[in-house]
Structures are given as C-alpha cells and as structure tokens.
C-alpha cells in the first residue's frame, strides 16, 4: 500500500483548496483523489458552457432526489461536478460569500472558532477581487473575481426597478450589510472560468509532493480499529489502497461524504446493521439535516429588446461563438444570472432571508432548450430554509446512489415562498421595467393564490444545488465532527465540505466552501 501524509477525497472547492495548502511544505506528501477525468474540455472553461457541460454524463454526478417520498412533490437529479475542481467548474459562477450572522450563528450554536471574525480573514486570503482591496475584499489571492459594471439597459433597469422598491444599489454584493440589488460577483477572469482546479491546483501541478489521481471512485475508508489509515477505491477500474499516515480528508460534498461514512461504518446504527456494515461509529447524524436553497424559476416574456436567447440559439450561436473565440467576449463570457438582490420578502425579517437571480434567457420548460423568443428567468430562494432532508445508503455496493430525500414541508418555507414570489412580480413590474417586460409565462398569472404558489413550487420548484448540513459540525450529540472538523468516535479522520454547515449561508456555496477549506487548512497545519 502507498503511504502519503494526507490523503485528501474529491478535488472539488475544498480539496482543491486543500491540496493547495497542505502541500506547500515540500516535506509532506498530498494525494488528491477525483472520481471525475482532468479538467481538460474547452467547455468548462466558457462560462456559458455549463449549460452543455451539466448534460454530459462523463463531466457530472446526477442522484435521483425525491423532495418527499410520498407527498407528490418534485423529483428529478440532483447535480454535482464529477471533474477535477468538482462543481466549480461546472457551476454558474456566482461568488457570494453569506452573512456574517450566518457564522456567528454557527459559533453561538456550539461551532466554535467559526465565527465571521474567524472566517473572514480566510474570505480575504483566497481572493484577487478586482474591484480591489477594502475590509471585506482581498486581492493578490488564487481566486479571480470579477465585478461586471454596466451590463446594458436592461440590467440597468432592473436595478432601478429594485430601487424603487426600497433597495440599495450594490457596488459589490457581498458587503457587510447584504440586503440590496446589483451585478452578481463571479469567478471569471478574461472571459473565462476561474474553477478551483483552475486557481488553487494549476498553479501547483508540478509540486513532487503532490499526486493529483483522476477517475478514482473511493469505495470506503479504510480503519484499524477505530482511526482511519487509508481508503479503498477503484482506478481505472484497477482496485487500489492508498494509506495515509497523518490524516484522511473527507471532501466528496454534502451528497457523498455522508454516503461514504455510512459504507465505511460511521453512520446510525440501524442503518448499518440493516445492510450488515459492521459499525466502527454509532453517528445518528450523518446524513441527517440536508439542507438546500430550494426555489422556484419565474420567467417573463421580452419587449423590444433581445436578451440573450437569439444569442444562445443557431444560428446567433456561431455569431457568439465566433465572438468568444476571437475576444472573449459576448454573451457565451457571461455567469448564469447577471442581477442579483438580496430582500427581506417578509416584513418581519430583521435580515434578508431570500435571493433573487436574473438571467436574461428563458428556457422551454420540457426540454430546457433555449426559447426562440425572448425571454427572461427570474428565480427566487430561500437563503436559510428551515426544512431538513436526509441522505442514506441503500446498498453496500459503492456504485449504488443513496437515497436522497429533500422536504419541503416547514411552515417557514411555504409561507416565505409565497412572500418572495409576490415580491419578484413587485419588483418585474415597476414602472422602469414596463417597456421590456410581458406577459409572465410561468407559472403565469393564474397562480396568485397562497395555496397556488406553494402548489408549484413544490411540483415545479428545484433544487439550488447548495446541499450542505449532512454531516454538522457542533457539540451536540447529532454533529458528526467536531469543530476542528475531526470526526466524532474515530481519529485521523475529518470531513472538509458543505456537509459540516450547520445551517446552509445565505447565498451561493462555492465561496464559503472555499473559505471553510482554508480554515480547516489552518487547524490541520496547526496540529
């Protein structure tokens, strides 16, 4: 068996940002693990080509998810990046980074050392912001973050649109106070994708002490007694062990750490005994407390402007094509929504408690191809939901997706569902808006009633993608790690991922991700 100090598990956001560090003394050997090939498809690099990239197979994990097994609710497949860099580099780039009661709220529940004071210094470290350095903004880090400034009239107009509703225009989305409108920040650089392989792995390929392995499915983790000394995967087909002396680091995502926990003995009991998995950590809470943005996509008819779907389709494609290619520019350079707010859609929120993406493209909602007219989407969703799902095995073979279940059955969510679909249309149909937009084509309006909306986004609502919270960090007898991400009833073992949020930050994933992974490098190095 080949021995390394640190065997690290996915080289996704986290164990990009991982290796990254933990390689840095040329005396300690890194082995990276990736289920997924080489980032090498022109596709990830093109911002836009995600929308290509997430229908192919070889570039992607998809899990079956029931929202509830039987409550008639959405189901469909839950995404996630199977490729050096993971889900960065097959995600729509938005770069934000939550709240900062988002980690004091985690501090105060028994995650100690998480607090926004910890953590935003890791924020500031791993960012090159290019609207420049200030208390919350870094430069000179591995992350490109781009800023767009004036994105046209129509984005514009929908900015002034959320003026008139009591919002403050953001220069830059990911102020201390985030309540507010603006252009997304994103992780683009020069018209192309800046993944986390991109910015925390490229520059480092060629350390000796590093061993970056691709299309390696880890099947479980290996233990002697109860601490963890190396993994078991398949190569290429070729079963493999790989033993680490110091530590193994968990970062498959909120989806997968829990999935290989539980085949590797650490898990609820009953869950083990069940499929005769011999029980090396009674954890009742792994893959308890999933978590998700869940939201509902509106979308909007166009008037007298093009936006991008003429763009998007053949033969305005190759026009777009051809532009790329020769400036990077256009529409195939741009992130998968241009506007983004932060609101407090109730009137009792104290902080904002939704999101608001805007996109200026529109899809037929059967086939998810770009619609011939123009069109526009708007989705809303709940930046800290209060429903939990849960993610199980159900089978002993590694190959066997486990068991997803998402909810959507907290009185919160429902009501605040309600409340930011009423406040979109508020917002998509303020006077600056009235010579671009139409008719709402989905779900159109027939659906006003309290009961209606909630009837469709549950049917017809989706999945943020955000998954986090399945294996929570804490105190109490339901985390599964500790604070310094050491899991609970084993050694040599912490998980590094969305899975130890306690509760999902308010915004998108990538970022915080990122952040967490560079604190963890910190404890690690700290001993």
Not at 129 to 151: A, F, K, Q, Y
Not at 317 to 328: E, G
Request: with cysteine.
């Amino acid at each position: 068996m080949i021995s390394y100090d640190y065997v690290i598990i996915g080289a996704g956001s986290a164990g990009c940002v991982l290796a990254h560090r933990l390689s840095e003394n040329q005396d300690t050997s890194v082995l990276l693990i990736e289920a997924g090939p080489e980032d090498t498809s022109w596709l990830i690099r093109v911002p836009k080509g995600y929308r290509k990239i997430q229908r192919d197979p070889r570039l992607m994990w998809r899990f079956p998810f029931t929202a509830q097994a039987n409550g008639g609710e959405w189901s469909g497949s839950a995404l996630g990046g199977k490729v050096l860099g993971g889900t960065s580099s097959i995600n729509s780039m938005l770069y934000v980074r939550g709240q900062p009661k988002d980690y004091d709220d985690w501090a105060a529940a028994g995650a100690t050392g998480w607090s926004w004071r910890d953590i935003a210094p890791c924020f500031k470290r791993i960012e090159d912001h290019e609207l420049g350095e200030s208390d919350t903004r870094g430069v000179g880090g591995p992350l490109h973050i781009s800023c767009t400034r004036d994105g046209g009239p129509l984005c514009e107009a929908i900015i002034q649109a959320g003026v008139g509703l009591g919002l403050s225009r953001r220069e830059d989305l990911n102020g201390i106070e985030q309540e507010g409108i603006g252009y997304f920040p994103a992780t683009i650089r020069h018209g192309q994708r800046i993944s986390a392989a991109r910015a925390f792995l490229a520059p480092i390929k060629r350390r000796a002490n590093l061993t970056i392995m691709t299309d390696a499915t880890v099947a479980r983790i290996v233990f002697e007694g109860t601490r963890a000394v190396g993994v078991n995967c398949t190569v290429r087909e070729i079963p493999r062990e790989f033993r680490g002396d110091r530590e193994i680091i968990l970062c498959a995502g909120a989806l997968q750490s829990p999935k290989i926990l539980q085949l590797s003995g650490i898990g609820p009991a009953d869950l083990l005994g069940s499929l005769k998995i011999p029980v090396i950590c009674d954890s009742p809470g792994v893959g308890e407390n999933l978590r998700d943005h869940w939201g509902l996509r509106l979308q909007y008819r166009l008037l007298g402007v093009s936006g991008y779907n003429r763009w998007l389709r053949r033969p305005g494609l190759w026009i777009s094509a051809l532009q790329y290619i020769t400036r990077r520019t256009g529409v195939l350079s741009t992130a998968g929504a241009q506007v983004g707010a932060f609101i407090k859609a109730m009137p009792d929120a104290s902080r904002p408690h939704a999101e608001i993406h805007i996109a200026l493209f529109s899809v037929v909602r059967a086939t998810n191809e770009i619609e011939s007219r123009p069109g526009l989407w708007c989705t809303v969703r709940s930046l800290r939901p209060e429903s939990q799902g849960t993610v199980k095995i159900r089978s002993t073979d590694p190959g066997v997706p486990p068991a997803i279940r998402g909810n959507f059955s907290a009185e919160y969510d429902r009501q605040l569902t309600v409340h930011m679909v009423r406040y979109a249309r508020r917002l998509l149909f303020q006077p600056a808006l009235r010579k671009y937009l139409g008719e709402e084509t989905f779900p159109g309006s027939h659906c006003q009633s309290p009961n209606e909306i909630v009837d469709v986004c549950r049917r017809f609502g989706s999945p943020g993608s955000h998954f986090a919270g399945t294996c929570r960090m804490g105190q109490d007898l339901m985390t599964v790690v500790d604070p310094t991400l050491r899991v609970r009833g084993v050694s040599g073992l912490r998980v590094v991922d969305c899975s130890v949020m306690p509760q999902v930050v308010s915004g998108n994933t990538n970022g915080p991700v990122m952040a967490i992974a560079w604190r963890a490098a910190d404890l690690i190095l700290a001993g």
